[in-house]
């Protein structure tokens, strides 16, 4: 039986960093040093995506609308300056239904959309295979890895944007590949595959053709891999997922991209991975994945000892709503702080540490290495939007969400 993370995650892709312009967002997405000194963060706030700046000015809301589609989620540049987003149409099943038997069934559609002209124009229409489709990673070219599900698990196809020349990436018989990233020089491609083997990390190029099994071992859940800036180094994430089935820790880990010179550069399960948070009535999670720095560290939110969630995992019923967690704060304690690790001699420096301490994760550093975007949350809260020096000094608040419904999965504009 494969692990529960084998359904689908959407809206919980490991952040990308959307290098185009805030003040012009036809500009290209090789910005200017003009244009770096003035990013802009976008983030998830009550079903919506939200853009803000750096110094808490500029909030709005992403004004994007089509009929029938009920969720939006943006995913990365186009080479233009628009913006790709990916939406969902209302679900096709009854309640009480398992999550992996009705998410593949519910259409999904991927736009490109201009921020501040507003028009929205659908993409990947061409040779549709399937109602679900979900872009996983733009590649060179004018390509895209697209996940499709005919039938379950589904697979990846590399096509053109507007849906034509689909070609296969993976086999439908291979198992659930996501969390993609690419090479800084964009030829290789570096994911995890849900197979009935476990979880994998896995490069190849990119028509998914010279694969190389890079992590792979009973037991162990390998997850979310990244690239290092220079390319030389991926750094990913292993859950011991038979003592831990609601995946809440895991430890870093890096490897050449070749496979060797694979170490835990963590210990103890000390990274918070099954980000959950919220009160009873609102709850929210997803994935936290490690992040590469621009001079090459690596951050993650790490746990302080003997910290345990509120939101406690039931592995003994049925998964419904791929949450499957009862609210617990009586038995909540701790919190996680955002740390700086150097993958190579083990040194970690904890950024933005607060008293009383909280829950900080969802750590993603600007792509010109100034700032580092991170949510907190209080034990029983919604989290809200901070940022801090990419010293770790200077940490604060931008905003807690629209009508303080909490903000969620920042990547940065520009």
Not at 77 to 102: T, V
Not at 119 to 124: G, H, K, R
Not at 271 to 278: N, P, S
Not at 305 to 316: D, K, L
Request: aromatic share 8%; proline share 9%.
């Amino acid at each position: 039986m494969l692990p529960r993370r084998a359904a689908l995650q959407l809206g919980l892709m490991a952040p990308l960093a959307l290098a185009t312009s805030c003040s012009n967002p036809r500009a290209r997405p090789r910005a200017t040093t003009a244009r770096r000194r003035d990013p802009c963060l976008l983030f998830a706030s009550a079903g919506k995506t939200c853009i803000i700046h750096p110094d808490g000015s500029g909030l709005r809301v992403l004004d994007v609308a089509a009929p029938n589609q009920v969720t939006w989620q943006p995913v990365a540049p186009l080479p233009d300056g628009r913006l790709l987003l990916l939406s969902m149409e209302a679900r096709r099943d009854g309640p009480g239904r398992p999550f992996d038997q009705f998410y593949h069934l519910t259409p999904t559609h991927v736009w490109a959309h201009d921020i501040d002209g507003g028009s929205l124009v659908e993409l990947a229409t061409r040779e549709r295979i399937a109602p679900f489709q979900a872009p996983q990673l733009l590649l060179h070219g004018g390509r895209i890895l697209m996940q499709v599900i005919p039938e379950r698990p589904g697979h990846i196809v590399n096509m053109n944007l507007d849906g034509s020349d689909p070609r296969p990436f993976t086999r439908n018989d291979e198992g659930l590949p996501y969390g993609f990233s690419l090479s800084p020089d964009g030829r290789r491609v570096a994911f995890h595959l849900a197979s009935p083997r476990g979880y994998e990390i896995w490069t190849s190029d990119t028509m998914g053709g010279d694969r190389v099994r890079v992590a792979g071992q009973q037991g162990h859940l390998y997850f979310g891999p990244a690239w290092s800036p220079d390319g030389q180094w991926l750094a990913y994430q292993d859950c011991h997922h038979a003592s831990d089935p609601g995946h809440d820790w895991s430890d870093v880990c890096i490897a050449r991209a070749d496979g060797s010179n694979s170490k835990v550069v963590t210990e103890g399960q000390s990274m918070w991975f099954a980000a959950t948070y919220g009160p009873a009535h609102r709850h929210g999670g997803g994935s936290n994945v490690v992040a590469w720095t621009p001079d090459g560290r690596i951050l993650f939110p790490r746990r302080l000892p003997g910290s345990r969630v509120p939101w406690q995992f039931q592995p003994n019923r049925p998964d419904t709503d791929h949450f499957n967690r009862d609210y617990l704060p009586a038995e909540a304690r701790g919190g996680t702080q955002v740390c700086a690790l150097d993958p190579h001699t083990g040194a970690t420096t904890v950024h933005g540490a607060t008293e009383p301490v909280a829950w900080d994760f969802r750590c993603t550093p600007s792509p010109d290495g100034r700032w580092i975007a991170f949510c907190r949350a209080q034990t029983g809260g919604s989290p809200g939007l901070w940022i801090m020096m990419s010293d770790g000094t200077g940490a604060r608040r931008l905003t807690d969400g629209i009508d303080g419904a909490g903000a969620d999965h920042p990547r940065w504009l520009g």
